[in-house]
């Protein structure tokens, strides 16, 4: 297991990348969700998903366990929403592509999510609070789309902003 570099804003560039379906769950695509769970552990964060670390291929990790209880790994290829609540739920969302920035957003409360697990299985979990949250925000990476979109233009904008600013001074 190796930790990665985590890709953050200004390089939308990669971050805005569409990902590829993985063909099959291998041994390869196992290695991919070991580096992409240590980097997470590392940063710390809950979730994280391939294209963060430069690959952009459709697997994500998220581990909702708090510090102390034992850890919880979720290993997620090619995820599908196939079904979303009318009911919507906030929560204030970050991203480790765009460190130190929170905002409250709204999302669907529960969805249902078909995905192939860590061993290619086909599995189909049911999601509600911060972990379908947390799904839906990782899923959305996976398409090209970042917390920052579903907030207002002008919020938006002046993000892009600083971070574009802070990359130009050499603070990235
Ligand atoms: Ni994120």
């Known amino acids: ?3 990665r570099p ?3 804003l200004p390089d939308e560039k990669t971050l805005r990348q569409v990902s590829k379906p993985i063909a099959q769950v291998d041994a390869a695509t196992r290695a991919l969700f070991d580096d992409m769970l240590e980097t997470m552990y590392a940063a710390p964060g809950i979730g ?3 294209i963060q670390i430069g690959v952009p291929l459709r697997a994500l990790v998220i581990d909702l366990s708090k510090e102390g209880e034992d ?3 979720l290993f997620v290829a090619n995820p599908e929403i196939v079904a979303s609540s009318a009911e919507l ?3 204030e969302e970050g991203c480790l592509s765009i460190p130190d920035y929170f905002e409250m957003v709204q999302r669907p409360r529960e969805i ?4 192939r697990d860590r061993n290619n299985e086909a599995m189909e979990l049911q999601a509600t609070g911060l972990l379908a949250t947390c799904l839906q925000h990782e899923i959305d990476h996976l398409n090209g789309v970042l917390f920052i979109d579903h907030i207002s233009k002008l919020k938006r904008d002046r993000v892009l902003k600083k ?3 802070a990359a130009k001074l050499g603070k990235l």
Do not use: E, G, H, N
């Not at 249902?112 to 995905?115: A, G, N, P």
């Open 1 to 3: 297991m190796t930790t």
């Open 6 to 8: 985590i890709i953050t």
């Open 48 to 50: 994280l998903a391939a």
């Open 71 to 73: 850890k919880r790994p």
């Open 89 to 91: 739920s906030d929560y």
């Open 112 to 115: 249902t999510v078909r995905y």
């Open 163 to 165: 971070f574009q600013k």
